[in-house]
């Protein structure tokens, strides 16, 4: 029993880290050229995989410590719960909600009436996030679906909340700095802070 939760904790550590590095090269590889335009294909596609890289690399993880196929193709559908679904609709409100308060009272930006989409812009932002959500698999099949129950069996939520929250956050540190610098955006630090606090919010509502 010892062997096997000592497994567990170093296989956490090493997937830990290597998502953090794959990352990390990939981010920095890709922005460092400051004329970059970053809606590029050259760009997209390999940030893309990068995104799938916390899947692809749990996938493996657990294929060699379970060595079956189903508990591969087990993502972690207890954490579905009324929490959890409420949380998905409510919070993009209120966090969009929030981020329009703290601009208007700190008076860092200003609403731009002609950016407002019409219907066709509508649309485009609803398949947008459909798309999206195909993408984003790939990190919470990594995160909620592997990293997240093996570290709450073995500390408990809180400890394995924060621990995720960490981890999640430093994974998207690079990509969110850098693009917000390569894009031109004003405080790309405080966009990459903003990011990272979301992390524990996820990671709660879904323990």
Known sequence: MTNQ???????????????????????????????????????????????????????????????NTKSISQFSLKTLNKKSVLFAILYPILFILLSFLIVMVLQIGKINFK???????????????????????????????????ELTEKHGKIKATVFVGIVWALFHVPVVYLSAKASGTSDPLLVCLIQAGCAFVFSFAFS
Do not use: C, H
Not at 41 to 66: E, G, N, Q, S, T
Not at 127 to 142: D, Q, S
């Open 115 to 149: 950016e407002i989409p019409n219907f066709s812009g509508v649309i485009q932002i609803i398949v947008a996030i459909f798309i999206n959500m195909i993408i984003l698999i790939g990190e919470e099949y990594g995160w909620r679906g592997y990293l997240l129950p």
């Open 5 to 67: 939760k000592l497994s567990k904790k170093n296989y956490t550590l090493l997937y830990s880290a290597l998502v953090l590095v794959f990352t990390w090269v990939v981010s920095i590889a890709l922005f460092s050229d400051p004329n970059l335009n970053t809606d590029s294909i050259i760009v997209i596609i390999p940030l893309v995989l990068a995104m799938f890289f916390p899947a692809i690399l749990a996938f493996i993880i657990k294929r060699i410590m379970y060595r």
